[in-house]
């Protein structure tokens, strides 16, 4: 075995120390991520394809038709991946199969793939102290405790507000808009630590850029053009996607908490990866073991949360589904605001896709929405 064989082997070996140190395996993940079906091509080339069942072409048609529902307003793409093969795909006119949708948050989950292809490769220890300078630079910082995966899982404490309606208070706003938005991993970086690295489950974009410039550095990528290429050459083009258009800071540093554009279809394909369990034809592209990383339940979330996935886990102080009853508690999901979502479910081996601009303050109506569709797809 050659040294880098060597190295990498020992890498992996960490990593799966790591994965399994985090927190065990949850009743959540009961249901195992299922294999590619028999006789079913991977959709390198394009997506095979089943007839859409009736109830699906009836949401469809309600949903993106002339006729809309009030509730529901702004929703642009609806698909729907079962058993390997579309089972249904639509989208509103003005836009079809070749628009490329943005990501929003939903790029935080493509920050989590990152990080486990780099891992894998023995660039990156997530179990170990982040390599944040901002946090080196004194003895006595209590934010060089903070680990990858305290980033991973929003646990890192830092004082970071993700508040949307008052720009005086809100570090997300200034981040990407204001004072932050030249170099977004150095401003989130900056601010104060005000819970045990750990201790605490707060949603934060900033943790995401964070992440997205230790993944800079440890694929050593000198600017954003190096780690675009990067991107498309360890994950979006092994698993079909073309139309993957990530967007970069002043620094170079990919904008992981919400900024990256792909087609609906190429969406599906990266839910698709973590449906299959990281791996891709032939390929393992994920780190065994990955995907249930992304779906295992951060500690303080109540069961809302992974890594850098959103889940319908059971809450453990009320045993109640974090979303809804009506949805498989073994979903996870990669989320972005607007009604930008990728919906993973094993347990039905379906890919759910609703892409839009729906700003709604009530989230009821897209729920029941999401049900009716998995319901209307088709039962295990």
Same mark, same amino acid.
């Given at each position: 075995?050659?040294?880098?064989?060597?190295?990498?082997?020992?890498?992996?070996?960490?990593?799966?120390?790591?994965?399994?140190?985090?927190?065990?395996?949850?009743? %959540?993940?009961?249901?195992?991520?299922?294999?590619?079906?028999?006789?079913?091509?991977?959709?390198?080339?394009?997506?095979?394809?089943?007839?859409?069942?009736?109830?699906?072409?009836?949401?469809?048609?309600?949903?993106?038709?002339?006729?809309?529902?009030?509730?529901?307003?702004?929703?642009?793409?609806?698909?729907?991946?079962?058993?390997?093969?579309?089972?249904?795909?639509?989208?509103?006119?003005?836009?079809?199969?070749?628009?490329?949708?943005?990501?929003?948050?939903?790029?935080?989950?493509?920050?989590?793939?990152?990080?486990?292809?780099?891992?894998?490769?023995?660039?990156?220890?997530?179990?170990?102290?982040?390599?944040?300078?901002?946090?080196?630079?004194?003895?006595?910082?209590?934010?060089?405790?903070?680990?990858?995966?305290?980033?991973? &899982?929003?646990?890192?404490?830092?004082?970071?507000?993700?508040?949307?309606?008052?720009?005086?208070?809100?570090?997300?706003?200034?981040?990407?808009?204001?004072?932050?938005?030249?170099?977004?991993?150095?401003?989130?970086?900056?601010?104060?630590?005000?819970?045990?690295?750990?201790?605490?489950?707060?949603?934060?974009?900033?943790?995401?850029?964070?992440?997205?410039?230790?993944?800079?550095?440890?694929?050593?990528?000198?600017?954003?053009?190096?780690?675009?290429?990067?991107?498309?050459?360890?994950?979006?083009?092994?698993?079909?996607?073309?139309?993957?258009?990530?967007?970069?800071?002043?620094?170079?540093?990919?904008?992981?908490?919400?900024?990256?554009?792909?087609?609906?279809?190429?969406?599906?394909?990266?839910?698709?990866?973590?449906?299959?369990?990281?791996?891709?034809?032939?390929?393992?592209?994920?780190? %065994?073991?990955?995907?249930?990383?992304?779906?295992?339940?951060?500690?303080?979330?109540?069961?809302?949360?992974?890594?850098?996935?959103?889940?319908?886990?059971?809450?453990?102080?009320?045993? &109640?589904?974090?979303?809804?009853?009506?949805?498989?508690?073994?979903?996870?999901?990669?989320?972005?605001?607007?009604?930008?979502?990728?919906?993973?479910?094993?347990?039905?081996?379906?890919?759910?896709?609703?892409?839009?601009?729906?700003?709604?303050?009530?989230?009821?109506?897209?729920?029941?929405?999401?049900?009716?569709?998995? %319901?209307?797809?088709?039962?295990?």
């Amino acid at each position: 075995m050659s040294s880098l064989s060597m190295h990498r082997a020992v890498a992996l070996v960490c990593l799966l120390a790591a994965l399994l140190a985090a927190s065990p395996l949850r009743a %959540e993940l009961a249901a195992p991520l299922p294999p590619q079906p028999e006789g079913t091509p991977w959709p390198d080339g394009g997506w095979p394809r089943n007839p859409t069942p009736p109830a699906l072409e009836a949401i469809f048609t309600r949903i993106l038709g002339e006729t809309e529902d009030p509730h529901l307003a702004g929703i642009r793409a609806l698909l729907v991946v079962k058993d390997g093969r579309i089972a249904g795909e639509a989208y509103r006119a003005g836009f079809s199969e070749t628009t490329r949708f943005p990501s929003w948050s939903m790029a935080k989950s493509v920050v989590h793939a990152l990080t486990g292809i780099l891992a894998g490769e023995g660039r990156l220890d997530i179990g170990a102290p982040a390599p944040v300078p901002e946090w080196q630079r004194h003895t006595e910082d209590r934010r060089a405790a903070i680990t990858v995966e305290h980033l991973l &899982r929003m646990q890192s404490g830092l004082s970071f507000a993700e508040v949307y309606d008052d720009p005086s208070k809100s570090h997300v706003l200034q981040m990407l808009f204001g004072i932050g938005r030249k170099d977004m991993a150095h401003y989130a970086a900056s601010l104060r630590l005000i819970h045990t690295p750990g201790s605490h489950w707060s949603y934060s974009s900033g943790t995401s850029n964070i992440l997205a410039r230790i993944l800079k550095e440890a694929a050593g990528a000198p600017d954003a053009a190096a780690m675009n290429a990067v991107m498309q050459e360890k994950l979006f083009r092994p698993i079909g996607i073309e139309s993957a258009v990530p967007e970069f800071d002043a620094a170079g540093t990919f904008i992981g908490s919400s900024f990256v554009h792909m087609t609906a279809q190429d969406w599906a394909r990266f839910g698709y990866l973590y449906l299959r369990d990281g791996k891709w034809g032939t390929e393992r592209l994920l780190p %065994e073991g990955w995907a249930d990383h992304a779906r295992r339940p951060a500690r303080h979330s109540g069961g809302r949360y992974g890594a850098h996935f959103w889940l319908n886990a059971a809450d453990p102080e009320t045993g &109640r589904p974090a979303i809804s009853d009506r949805i498989p508690v073994d979903m996870f999901m990669a989320r972005g605001f607007g009604a930008q979502l990728v919906m993973i479910l094993p347990s039905r081996d379906m890919v759910v896709v609703l892409l839009g601009v729906n700003y709604t303050a009530d989230p009821e109506p897209l729920v029941a929405l999401v049900a009716d569709i998995i %319901e209307a797809a088709g039962n295990p």
